[in-house]
């Protein structure tokens, strides 16, 4: 079954850090633009950050920009957050599209993992 599978979530404090993984079964990222997205509650999906097709360009929302890390290994890719803070409570997807470009549309997507940041 092809499909990607999250983990890395939790509970940490303001200024903490956490790693999301994301594990693709049945198939390799390798030619995939793959990006993390989050959706708080009451609020729409979007992007935190994104590789587009064969590597070529790594995009990260404003918000995080200096404190989180996207990397992808071919099996696995990674979201590195550092300096959590609390309006980065969401739940974090991952995604990969074989299609996009740019940040994935399309394709595969993990079930989700909460992150709560909170003292």
């Known amino acids: 079954q092809l499909q990607l599978v999250e983990s890395g979530g939790g509970l940490v404090q303001p200024g903490g850090s956490l790693r999301l993984s994301c594990a693709a079964s049945?198939?390799?990222?390798?030619?995939?633009?793959i990006g993390w997205f989050r959706q708080a509650p009451g609020k729409e999906r979007e992007v935190v950050s994104c590789?587009?097709?064969?590597?070529?360009r790594t995009n990260y929302a404003d918000s995080v920009k200096g404190r989180f890390t996207i990397s992808n290994d071919g099996a696995k890719m990674y979201l590195q957050m550092n300096n959590l803070k609390p309006d980065d409570t969401a739940v974090y997807y991952c995604?990969?599209?074989?299609?996009?470009?740019?940040?994935?549309?399309?394709?595969?997507w993990g079930q989700g993992t909460q992150v709560t940041v909170s003292s």
């Open positions: 995604a990969a599209d074989s299609w996009a470009t740019g940040c994935p549309v399309g394709g595969y």
């Open positions: 049945g198939f390799t990222l390798e030619h995939y633009a």
């Open positions: 590789i587009s097709r064969y590597g070529g």
